[in-house]
T-cell receptor, first 113, second 109 residues
Framework: DAGVIQSPRHEVTEMGQEVTLRCKPI?????LFWYRQTMMRGLELLIY????????DSGMPEDRFSAKMPNASFSTLKIQPSEPRDSAVYFC???????????FGQGTRLTVV | KNEVEQSPQNLTAQEGEFITINCSYS?????LHWLQQHPGGGIVSLFM???GKKKHGRLIATINIQEKHSSLHITASHPRDSAVYIC???????????FGTGTSLTVIP
């Protein structure tokens, strides 16, 4: 298996623009997590899905952030409009519910200028 | 209050030294996940444990449920072990992880 695949690896955008991050979880995994990592706050859970349904989005910073999982093999995290303080590395991870270990993608480094 | 606390924050060791990284966690966390983040940023899962001890190569992870404490040990450390080590706790009632702030390890040749 190729592991969790995220795209793009790097994104530079101007403030106010819409940004969409993409994630393909490991086939067969039914839990998917979106995390954000910054120097100041470390790793933070933004939202997670179980069987394509959002379970806990309490970590989503504000209404500018939204996440979807239209099917078991694809999820998006959208920021609209983006702001410089959104600059961070965004990780996607997936796990099989009965096996608690989570596997991480390589991350998307977002820079908002 | 942080659900998961790690120590030390930074650690420098000579090649060959035995290294221990500690993680304390809150009541209700039933599993501990140890992760390694390489200088390039990628995150690798090392161990997931809810009791006892696990070993993989030179890495050993232990957990003491009564004391709510877990340790990650590295034997015969090597410069390629230099990375940030993160522990994350998972509550039995949910599916999400709560992360420690990480321990930055540097192993000097």
């Amino acid at each position: 298996d190729a592991g969790v695949i995220q795209s793009p690896r790097h994104e530079v955008t101007e403030m106010g623009q819409e940004v969409t991050l993409r994630c393909k979880p490991i086939s067969g995994h039914n839990s998917l997590f979106w995390y954000r990592q910054t120097m100041m706050r470390g790793l933070e859970l933004l939202i997670y899905f179980n069987n394509n349904v959002p379970i806990d989005d309490s970590g989503m910073p504000e209404d500018r952030f939204s996440a979807k999982m239209p099917n078991a093999s694809f999820s998006t995290l959208k920021i609209q409009p983006s702001e410089p303080r959104d600059s961070a590395v965004y990780f996607c991870a997936s796990s099989l519910e009965t096996i608690t270990e989570a596997f991480f993608g390589q991350g998307t480094r977002l820079t908002v200028v | 209050k942080n659900e998961v606390e790690q120590s030390p924050q930074n650690l420098t060791a000579q090649e060959g030294e035995f290294i221990t990284i500690n993680c304390s966690y809150s009541v209700g966390i039933s599993a501990l996940h140890w992760l390694q983040q390489h200088p390039g940023g990628g995150i690798v899962s090392l161990f997931m444990l809810s009791s006892g001890k696990k070993k993989h190569g030179r890495l050993i992870a232990t957990i003491n449920i009564q004391e709510k404490h877990s340790s990650l040990h590295i034997t015969a450390s090597h410069p390629r072990d230099s990375a940030v080590y993160i522990c994350a706790g998972r509550y039995s009632t949910g599916n999400q992880f709560y992360f420690g702030t990480g321990t930055s390890l540097t192993v000097i040749p």
